[in-house]
């Protein structure tokens, strides 16, 4: 379990009756006041105050429990002075109890199309509230049974049923057909509990899935399933044309087939089906351009002709049993031939005349005769002629039991007959016998039936026309799944009973006299099946012509994805032309395709993988035990879901692997299109409560223990400050950030506000919101927080704090430099900055402090040469070797080279020291430059003495801005009297040391300019006779130099005046000498200030001694470096000398542009280990 605790600073107690009146002042419509005011503002507390509440621009589902209407918004003034005040001010955003109940007790759910986003829908939505709506009146019978039954039974049962029982045997065509039922009613009970856990709008299984898994999941399953829908009418439609070219009306052939054989005959068929097909869909596709109503009157029709059909065919099983029905089947040998040219089953026919041969002769002999040369097969053979329907009594299932698989061009031979035949003569007039015209085997009669079982969406689709939905979709469904399932079931063992073997597998019933095969089997009469499948053949194209295009006009109305945005356009009456002439171009295509046998497996890939997402969803929705999954339907398990999902994952593969992958790849790439380039839609989906889960689970494992150093990086707290609009100054922090991360990891963007939550919240939401556009146009990816406090100081506490989650925490800080910390009124910028530091210490937190941030690189700009280089002065757990290597994987980095320098002390050997640091870089696997900079101990110089003289004077005179102006004044004066008295005793003309740090001037605190910038020159130094205190606005001020100023009082707000101190050239202009350059006469009078000296801090004299030596070698070192990575010292134990600290800093990175000061978190953070 994850704890935290944020330690802050309070402002006082508040009495119990504070808090009661602030309590009552908040219910009576008065914002909480303070002190006095209070009191004033009670007597106004019966005044009306309009509270108006802000979203978080999220768009929800529209909703009926909160009714927004003008009706509404009328309706609950009836409340206002009753006895409901306390909540008068809730009334437009919480409605009455009441005033819910009335709109669910009128809500109508007769969606028409995807109308569930309000904010895109506001105007149709107004108009569809003044059109009065009729109630659905649909029960289950008609609103979902019925029409399940006409999806599910389709072309394949009239088509292709008897030849799957023929090629795949009864055992495994009836495994193929439980494989397939149980999918669908695995899919149809997930389908059941999401179309029950709320209203499912137009959409079908797009509107589930989009919900249940999120917009990415639900385009790109959503377009799956439409382009299965539109390759399903393609299907249907060469189901029609395959019965009216072979079987209703053959004459009517633009390419005829008389004549032709093998593959001429082949591309023939082809042929006429691509014409045939292609003005079948345009006529198709007119009906349902003109009125889609034309379609649904028709649909009655349509399911009449189904259902008709099989019952004929349960009526012709039945009168097997009692008289079977004659179609013979002729036999060569063992061969099946094609009864089309013959009359007779036999060679020669006895007549009065003698022996008189057939025409079945003439077909395998050269002349009419007896002694005539004939087909060598046919001479060795008989000719035999069965009955091709036994009977159901006959016996004839045993042999029916098993396969047999065909290769393209076999002959279709009955397996318990034996024929005389050489094998090694070659298949002679191969055209007269029943020939397989494609390759046969399980996985692909499991693609060619699978759409035999598809089309159990079509009750949740008709969901707004239903008078209870949640009761008549998973009724009506799982009955007709039931219903289907057991036709097929009971036709495949009911077909092997009946129907011998070669006219099962003879597909398009050459061997009986042309005949539909299962059309042979129907009662009264063959065209009874032959003319009630055309007619729903053609029923079912024209619901998937009028399905489809709804389905992707829900799709790009929901305009999650951009280029389909142009077909959620509409005729005036809501008719989707262009996703109409969409769908038809689509469906075109698999009419070129021309073959049922090829089109039938992909849309099965398209169905399945939409089935398959259904039952993820439900899995997941149940696994993650979601709030609001609450489905009516409760016969449910994720268990069954699972088993669901991964049965549509099997027979994907099982129909076809390629076409499988193909699927898959055309899913997985709209699903990353719509994720890069679709709209942000919050649909509450399972995705995100998986992700929400997930990140549960890894943040509990992350609180096991501290991560291990090989899986350290730096987590980054990056703090900002924020201008008076809220928009970042220091915009470079960010992109310094991105150049660190490259990304990775963690990174919180973090910014203070002053002032109470209450008062500045839209300020933070700004703030926040400027801080997110900062990130996105910076690349950084993370989080960002904003925390208003009573003050900066406890803001950042409180950042540092409580940003992360768990083990998901911080390890770093980057802040920028204060800038301008000298002036007096940004005293308290550094004093935090110093504060920030020691917290950071005491979490054991790395901080990085780049100075001059301004001059950092842009994401944009390149360094095509240059140096990284790190001063490493004490160990900080590698920060320092890890930093440089993490900068360089980014681009702007990229091409800089890594120099590592390190002090050497007079006893260290520094020849053993970098032979001993380019060991550790070689194992560290961190390619770069080693050198030792050897310091050793010398004399502190004057410069120092005076420099830390100046830094002291300069502590004193910040201590006495509490002090009166009276108070302050006489303390200046006699600080400068004294320090004028110490420099008159020595010569004023010797003098060239200088005698201050530089300064950046006030004028340059709202530039981003680099602090160094303003210390390009040192400050000449005047006698002291022209040192002048300047006071307040009475006293003029002296006119400043290009020099920055001097002294610490500058600035310096009271109360009562503005009082600054400082040197200002007055004289000759002249530029300071460098220290190294003074005489030995000034020296020597420099020496005679020992009594000052003396009185200096000594622990001060020897850290600004260090910070000078240091400096002078980093720059001797460095100067040209890109960039310069340096130790950053700890913080003074001593709170007083808090500003001395700062000046420390100064002192080690004066003259430097970019600097990266770092300090180590506690902790080892590079590893020589694997």
Not at 39 to 47: I, L, P, R, T
Not at 412 to 418: E, G, L, P, Q, V
């Amino acid at each position: 379990m994850s704890q935290r605790f944020t330690v802050s600073k309070s402002d006082g107690e508040r009495r119990p009756s504070d808090i009661q009146g602030e309590v009552n002042q908040l219910f009576e419509g008065d914002e909480p006041a303070t002190g006095s005011s209070a009191e004033a503002d009670g007597s106004a507390a019966g005044g009306e105050v309009l509270v108006v509440l802000k979203g978080d621009s999220i768009p929800k589902e529209s909703s009926p429990f909160i009714n927004s209407s003008d009706a509404a918004a009328e309706k609950s003034q009836q409340y206002d002075g009753k006895n409901m005040a306390l909540f008068e001010e809730e009334m437009d955003t919480s409605p009455m109890v009441s005033s819910l109940l009335s709109s669910l007790a009128n809500y109508s759910n007769l969606p028409q199309g995807s109308k569930e986003h309000e904010e895109a829908e506001n105007n149709e939505a107004e108009s569809s509230r003044k059109k009065p709506v009729k109630a659905p009146q649909l029960g289950t019978l008609m609103g979902v049974y019925l029409p399940c039954i006409q999806n599910i039974f389709g072309v394949i049962l009239f088509l292709r049923m008897t030849w799957l029982v023929g090629i795949g045997g009864v055992v495994g065509t009836f495994v193929i057909v439980t494989m397939c039922c149980t999918t669908t009613m695995l899919t149809a009970i997930s389908m059941s509990a999401i179309a029950t856990n709320g209203v499912v709008p137009a959409g079908g299984s797009y509107y589930m899935i989009s919900r249940s898994l999120g917009p990415e999941f639900g385009g790109a399953v959503g377009i799956c399933f439409y382009l299965g829908t539109t390759f399903a009418g393609a299907m249907y439609i060469l189901g029609a044309i395959e019965l009216l070219l072979i079987y209703i009306a053959p004459q009517v052939a633009i390419f005829p087939l008389e004549g032709l054989e093998g593959p001429e005959a082949e591309a023939a068929l082809l042929n006429n089906m691509r014409v045939y097909g292609t003005i079948l869909l345009t006529s198709m596709a007119t009906v349902v351009f003109v009125g889609v109503k034309y379609v649904n009157k028709l649909a009655l029709v349509f399911l009449a002709c189904v259902i008709l059909s099989i019952l004929a065919v349960y009526a012709g099983v039945i009168k097997t049993g009692i008289d079977a029905p004659d179609f013979p089947v002729c036999l060569l040998g063992n061969r099946t031939l094609i009864w089309k040219t013959f009359d007779v089953c036999s060679k020669t026919v006895e007549t009065a005349n003698g022996t008189v041969t057939t025409q079945l002769w003439r077909m395998f002999c050269d002349s009419p005769f007896l002694n005539a040369t004939c087909d060598k097969y046919f001479t060795s053979n008989n000719v035999t002629q069965i009955q091709g329907i036994p009977g159901v009594a006959s016996g004839i299932l045993s042999e029916n039991l098993f396969g047999t698989y065909y290769e393209k061009g076999d002959l279709i031979a009955r397996t318990n007959m034996d024929s005389v035949e050489d094998q090694d003569d070659p298949l002679t007039n191969a055209n007269r016998y029943v020939l397989a015209d494609i390759a046969s085997f399980f996985t692909l009669l499991v693609g060619i039936y699978f759409p035999s079982v598809t089309g159990i969406m079509a009750g949740s689709n008709r969901s707004g026309d239903l008078r209870d939905a949640q009761k008549s979709i998973p009724v009506g469904t799982i009955a007709a799944i039931t219903t289907t399932s057991f036709v097929y079931m009971s036709s495949v063992i009911l077909f092997g009973a009946c129907i011998d073997g070669v006219v099962l597998r003879d597909k398009f019933g050459e061997g009986v006299h042309g005949n539909l095969v299962i059309g042979t089997l129907a009662w009264p009469s063959p065209w009874v099946i032959v003319i009630g499948s055309f007619f729903s053949t053609c029923g079912a194209g024209l619901q998937s012509l009028t399905g489809a295009p709804r389905l992707m006009q829900a799709i790009a109305k929901d305009g999650i994805v951009p280029a389909l945005r142009i077909f959620g356009h509409a005729k005036a009456n809501g008719e989707p032309t262009w996703s109409l002439l969409l769908t038809a171009c689509i469906c075109e295509i698999g009419i070129l395709i021309a073959s049922l046998d090829l089109v039938a497996p992909i849309l099965s890939m398209f169905f399945l993988m939409c089935y398959m997402f259904v039952n993820l969803a439900c899995a997941l929705q149940t696994l993650l035990r979601t709030p609001n999954w609450r489905p009516r339907f409760k016969f449910y398990h994720w268990a069954l879901s699972f088993l669901g999902m991964s049965l549509c994952l099997t027979l994907m593969f099982l129909c076809s692997w390629y076409y499988a992958i193909v699927a898959m790849v055309i899913a997985g790439s709209i699903y990353k299109y719509i994720e890069f380039a679709g709209a942000e839609k919050e649909w509450g989906d399972g995705i995100r409560g998986l992700s929400l889960s997930a990140a549960r689970y890894a943040l509990m494992r992350l609180e096991e223990g501290p991560p291990h150093t090989k899986n350290w990086r730096p987590q980054l707290l990056t703090l900002v400050s924020t201008d008076a609009e809220q928009n970042v100054e220091q915009p470079r922090l960010l992109s310094l950030t991105n150049q660190l991360k490259a990304g990775k990891g963690l990174t919180i963007v973090g910014t203070a506000l002053v002032g109470t939550f209450l008062e500045n919240y839209e300020q933070s939401q700004r703030a926040e919101q400027a801080l997110r556009k900062l990130m996105e146009t910076e690349k950084v990816k993370g989080f960002c927080q904003v925390t208003v406090s009573s003050n900066l100081r406890d803001a950042t506490s409180h950042l540092i704090q409580a940003s992360g989650l768990g083990g998901l925490k911080h390890n770093a800080v980057l802040v920028s430099w204060p800038r301008n910390w000298r002036q007096g009124d940004e005293h308290q910028t550094w004093r935090n900055f110093v504060e920030l530091v020691r917290e950071t210490t005491a979490a054991d937190l790395a901080l990085l402090v780049p100075k001059n941030v301004a001059a950092f690189p842009s994401n944009g700009e390149r360094f095509t040469e240059g140096h990284i280089d790190v001063w490493w002065i004490v160990h900080d757990g590698g920060m320092l070797m890890l930093l440089p290597f993490l900068l360089r994987q980014h681009k702007v980095w990229r091409k800089c080279k890594m120099r590592i320098f390190t002090v050497a002390q007079l006893d260290d050997n520094s020849i053993q020291m970098k032979k001993d640091l380019t060991t550790f870089l070689y194992h560290l696997r961190i390619d770069a430059m080693v050198e030792v900079v050897e310091m050793h101990d010398s004399d502190i110089s004057a410069y120092t003495y005076e420099k830390t003289l100046v830094m002291e004077q300069r502590s004193q005179m910040l201590k006495q801005i509490k002090m009166t102006r009276t108070e302050r004044e006489r303390e200046i004066q006699s600080i400068t009297d004294s320090s004028r008295g110490s420099i008159r005793r020595k010569n004023p003309a010797a003098v060239t040391t200088q005698l201050s740090v530089t300064e950046e001037p006030p004028a340059a605190s709202k530039d981003e300019k680099p602090e160094e910038e303003s210390k390009s020159a040192s400050p000449p130094v005047c006698p002291p006779d022209q040192v002048q205190l300047i006071h307040d606005n009475t006293t003029p001020a002296s006119p400043a130099t290009p020099a920055t100023p001097l002294t610490p009082a500058e600035g310096v707000q009271s109360p009562g005046a503005q009082v600054q101190m400082t040197w200002t050239e007055k004289c000759d202009g002249e530029p300071a000498k460098p220290p190294g350059a003074a005489t030995p006469e000034g020296i020597k009078d420099l020496f005679n200030m020992k009594p000052e000296w003396e009185n200096l801090n000594q622990s001060n004299v020897r850290r600004m001694h260090t910070a000078l030596r240091l400096n002078e070698v980093i720059i001797k070192k460095s100067s040209e470096a890109k960039l310069v990575l340096l130790n950053m010292p700890g913080p003074p134990k001593n709170r007083t000398g808090d500003e001395n600290y700062m000046e420390f800093l100064e002192v080690l990175t004066d003259g430097l542009n970019r600097v990266l000061l770092v300090r180590g978190g506690g902790r080892e953070v590079i590893t020589i280990y694997s």
